[in-house]
């Protein structure tokens, strides 16, 4: 299976604290990208990171992918608890049209 | 800009009839969309990819029979459920991608199917 996995399933932290959650993948890809859901809702957009790209931050989100270890990492600083959500990490690969395959997801819960 | 709508966000249906579900990119052509579904507490399972005016292209183990795909436009896709069991009760998500070479999706909010 192409399909990630992420770890850990479940996080729980207090607001101010920093999240970390991890992503591994199977093959080469072209890009990772990570998403973010709230319970029942479509899913949001967060970032992209491009195979020849080491690291990328947006705002509070920082984005680590390592090739070679065939992994990323996504850290959000300063969490508060409107980050409350589940998050996806998703890759798509050379000549796959661009279809996405998503690894497991992180459940993130941030105490206020 | 980049908005992707589903219709209906609920449905609930009865075992052995049929249910549609719409997807339309309201502001972009999108020459490719895809289907996923979602059970409670789990990831997006990759059912299928629709190109426009072609046969979609489903994933192993998905009935395309079952889940009939069309993407009669460059700005809506369909997915009908045909004949459906209460195991179909799931959360549907479709996206699109635009025609433009880039990977970018965007993700319309999701379709929640309740079969009785």
């Known amino acids: 299976s192409q399909q990630g996995e992420e770890d850990p399933q479940a996080l729980s932290i207090q607001e101010g604290e920093n999240a970390t959650m991890n992503c591994s993948y199977k093959t080469s890809i072209n890009n990772l990208q990570w998403y973010r859901q709230n319970s029942g809702r479509g899913l949001v957009h967060l970032i992209l990171?491009?195979?020849?790209?080491r690291e990328k931050h947006s705002g509070r989100l920082r984005v680590t992918l390592d090739t070679s270890k065939k992994s990323s990492s996504l850290l959000i600083t300063a969490s508060r608890a409107a980050d409350t959500a589940s998050y996806f990490c998703a890759t798509d690969f050379y000549n796959q049209g661009g279809k996405l395959i998503f690894g497991q997801g992180t459940e993130l819960s941030v105490k206020p | 800009g980049a908005v992707v709508s589903q219709h209906p966000s609920r449905v609930i249906c009865k075992s052995g009839t049929s249910v549609k579900i719409e997807c339309r990119s309201l502001d972009f052509q999108a020459t490719t969309m895809f289907w996923y579904r979602q059970f409670p507490k789990q990831s997006l399972m990759l059912m299928a990819t629709s190109n426009e005016g072609s046969k979609a292209t489903y994933e192993q183990g998905v009935e395309k029979d079952k889940f009939l795909i069309n993407h009669a436009s460059l700005t809506l896709s369909t997915l009908t459920v045909t004949s459906a069991h209460p195991e179909d009760s799931s959360f549907y998500i479709c996206?699109?991608?635009?025609?433009?070479?880039?990977?970018?999706?965007?993700f319309g909010p999701g379709t929640r199917l309740t079969v009785t």
């Open positions: 996206s699109a991608q635009p025609g433009t070479g880039a990977y970018e999706q965007y």
């Open positions: 990171i491009r195979s020849n790209e």
